[in-house]
């Protein structure tokens, strides 16, 4: 069972080490500011409740809607 356990760990530490690269390439200071990314604020006004509200789109790593941390659903968040 440890050594089940033991695989299990070192392929998502595998896996992590992968996503730290590919998000270490990102640089958000090149996002364009008239169209929405990873790290853009989005502020959305809901007209039932008569309140703006406010998103930061992020990565799935970092997503917790009740903070206001959402991710968006395609990797360019087109459509937003």
């Known amino acids: 069972m440890a050594k089940q356990r033991q695989t299990f760990v070192d392929a998502r530490l595998g896996q992590l080490k992968r996503r730290m690269a590919e ?3 990102v640089n958000l ?3 364009p500011r008239d169209r ?9 006004f809901d007209s039932t409740k008569n309140e703006e509200i406010v998103y930061r789109l992020v990565t799935s790593e970092e997503s917790d809607v009740s ?3 959402s991710r968006p659903l395609r990797p360019s968040a087109a459509g937003w």
């Open 23 to 25: 998000l270490s390439l």
């Open 36 to 44: 929405t990314g990873f790290g853009s604020t989005v502020v959305v």
């Open 29 to 31: 200071t090149n996002i």
């Open 67 to 69: 903070k206001g941390l």
